[in-house]
């Protein structure tokens, strides 16, 4: 079965075929139909799915079916990140190549010049976060008078960093009728909530977001917290470890780690929220190029990463949740390709572990590694009362051999 059943615009069949599609991914053939046909649409999918193409073409067909007499936004399209907003906006752009039609990419991070130029020259699809979107909105540099469709991407997403109150007030902007696409890789009760104000009669399209058992080999290493380092980094130079993407819990330790690895001379880079856009652009795009082996990054920051051919994911550090678990783990592995994720297990995690497993109704394989000697004991570290102590100490002998001399 190929794209040719949709009906496209040749332009749009012909960005299709550029990007290499031979044929539609169950969330395009069960969306874009309905999608066409104007409803509005509740889709459960997890980034990977080919979800972005299933909203993409529909919205660009519209378009082109009744072009507009003026450039006025006429597509929104909210996302959670910044990284996120450029890859919708690098996949518009390449499905619409030959069209016309023009497309932007609204973030913070950046200044603000070169997007209200873009919007003061005209824009048909805009993308963006709600942070920048409500920056613009407030200055008067966007109107929405002529919107057509509503796109809400990644949406459980969105309510997890607290952008629910941004949303509510963005879509109180929009025309009443319009047609509206929300996808939410789970359609837990507070994203139903959302959907019902949001959305008309939606069709409701539901695909299988756990990750395939089968698809991605599942192995825990347990170790001591003081030998986590020295794991990760034997792991990286004793298996065929190609593109790993690592997840460590907090902004401090994704910086820890990368800088551990740099100094074993293993390409890394670092993505999370205190780096700046450039920084998170360029991090991204050097793992996606492959000049960076390994990519760390904390869960909020990898929301928006979207990379093909990630061969392994390490949990550096065990989630806070099963559901993240799956979620991570889910990043490889994909469009049935083979994929291992790897974590690394302190003794203070086996609950944690324990949980997942029941969320997943499977043990998961355990492994000690040959090379280590799990016994090393970690060596003391003075902690911040011993250092105070010890600078007291040493200033206040200082003073005794002034005072004597």
């Known amino acids: 079965m190929s794209f040719s059943r949709f009906g496209l615009d040749p332009r749009l069949e012909e960005g299709v075929r550029a990007l290499g599609f031979s044929a539609p991914t169950p969330i395009q053939f069960a969306t874009i139909p309905a999608a066409l046909e104007g409803q509005d649409i509740l889709g459960s999918a997890e980034t990977g799915t080919g979800k972005t193409a299933a909203y993409l073409l529909p919205l660009l067909q519209r378009l082109l079916a009744a072009p507009a007499h003026a450039r006025q936004v006429r597509a929104l399209i909210l996302v959670p990140t910044r990284e996120l907003a450029l890859q919708v906006a690098e996949h518009a752009e390449e499905l619409s190549g030959k069209t016309g039609l023009r497309v932007a990419a609204i973030y913070g991070g950046v200044p603000m010049a070169s997007q209200i130029n873009a919007l003061r020259r005209g824009v048909d699809v805009v993308i963006a976060p709600p942070g920048r979107l409500i920056d613009h909105v407030e200055r008067k540099n966007i109107s929405f008078a002529a919107l057509e469709i509503f796109v809400l991407d990644e949406a459980d997403r969105m309510l997890d960093v607290g952008f629910l109150p941004d949303i509510r007030r963005i879509e109180r902007l929009l025309p009443r009728e319009r047609q509206t696409m929300l996808f939410s890789a789970t359609l837990v009760p507070a994203i139903q909530s959302l959907a019902a104000q949001v959305t008309r009669h939606a069709a409701r399209i539901q695909m299988e977001t756990a990750p395939a058992p089968e698809a991605i080999a599942q192995t825990l290493f347990p170790v001591p917290e003081h030998l986590k380092a020295q794991v990760l980094q034997h792991l990286l130079r004793e298996e065929e470890m190609d593109s790993v993407l690592v997840f460590a819990r907090t902004k401090h330790r994704a910086d820890r780690v990368v800088k551990q690895l740099q100094r074993a001379n293993i390409r890394a880079a670092v993505i999370h929220g205190d780096r700046s856009q450039n920084q998170r652009i360029a991090a991204l795009e050097a793992f996606r190029q492959g000049h960076s082996r390994v990519l760390v990054a904390t869960d909020i920051a990898a929301r928006g990463i979207d990379v093909e051919g990630i061969s392994h994911v390490v949990n550096y550090d065990v989630p ?3 559901e993240d678990y799956v979620h991570r783990i889910g990043r490889t592995g994909r469009a049935q390709a083979a994929g291992k994720a790897y974590t690394l297990v302190t003794p203070t995690d086996e609950a944690m572990v324990r949980r997942i497993e029941v969320v997943l109704k499977q043990k998961i394989e355990r492994r000690r590694l040959a090379g280590i ?12 009362e ?11 002998a200082r003073q005794k051999s002034l005072a004597l001399s």
Do not use: K, L, W
């Open 386 to 396: 011993s250092i105070r102590r010890y600078v007291e100490a040493n200033r206040q």
């Open 320 to 322: 806070m949740q099963p």
């Open 373 to 384: 000697d799990y016994s090393t004991p970690q060596f003391a570290q003075p902690d911040g």
